[in-house]
């Protein structure tokens, strides 16, 4: 079975932009979370998805927003980008939303802004 | 104060020694707990998860949890070279999904 594939796997962008990233969950799985990582502030919470809708949040500004399709996968994207967006994206994945599943990485979409 | 603490390391040991990794939690509604391993450059790989007292064995990995004293530990026996990388922990409270909150990792030298 295919794992997490994430989309696109590198991005540059400059300070101001917006960045659209995607993902796509293991099969069957209908939940989806993404995660910021940081040298400074480690792995953080964004907000995750189930059937179509977020049920969590995280601390992070309105900048940041995400969404989910009716297939499970689900985009995020950050408005007017600062130098300090600048991290690995990751979304992880799981069957349903719970505290007894567990949720699969995938392999990330590292962001520089510049 | 942070809610899931580990040290961050190195923690530095011999080929073929037992590595012992400890996180402890702040949040007592916690359920769930998690080990990840990182390898530098690649997303986290899940190792152990662990929802019960006591301990969890899988292969070289033991998990253990200690809801009383809010810690939760993983063991790895024989511990390889390959072993090396970023040890995180995470916990998960129902109230909040599926959101899981990491520790800042460990960070894992075998050296052979």
């Known amino acids: 079975k295919a794992g997490v594939t994430q989309t696109p796997r590198y991005l540059i962008k400059t300070r101001g932009q917006q960045v659209t990233l995607s993902c796509s969950p293991i099969?069957?799985?209908?939940?989806v979370s993404w995660y910021q990582q940081t040298p400074g502030q480690g792995l953080q919470f964004l907000f995750e998805?189930?059937?179509?809708?977020?049920?969590n949040k995280g601390n992070f500004p309105g900048r940041f927003s995400g969404r989910q399709f009716s297939n499970s996968r689900s985009e995020m994207n950050v408005s007017t980008l600062e130098l300090g967006d600048s991290a690995l994206y990751l979304c992880?994945?799981?069957?349903?939303?719970?505290?007894?599943?567990?949720?699969?990485f995938g392999p990330g979409t590292r962001l520089t802004v510049l | 104060q942070k809610e899931v603490e580990q040290n961050s390391g190195p923690l530095s040991v011999p080929e073929g020694a037992i590595a012992s990794l400890n996180c402890t939690y702040s949040?007592?509604?916690?359920?769930?707990f998690f080990w990840y391993r990182q390898y530098s450059g690649k997303s986290p790989e899940l190792i152990m998860s662990?929802?019960?007292?006591g301990d969890k064995e899988d292969g070289r990995f033991t998990a253990q949890l200690n809801k009383a004293s809010q810690y939760v530990s993983l063991l790895i026996r024989d511990s390889q070279p390959s072993d090396s990388a970023t040890y995180l922990c995470?916990?998960?409270?129902?109230?909040?999904?599926?959101?899981?909150?990491f520790g800042a990792g460990t960070i894992l030298r075998v050296k052979s």
């Open positions: 992880a994945s799981s069957w349903v939303a719970g505290s007894t599943d567990t949720q699969y």
């Open positions: 099969s069957g799985h209908r939940s």
């Open positions: 998805y189930f059937s179509e809708t977020q049920r």
């Open positions: 949040d007592r509604v916690s359920q769930s």
């Open positions: 662990i929802y019960s007292n």
């Open positions: 995470a916990a998960c409270n129902m109230e909040y999904g599926n959101k899981l909150v």
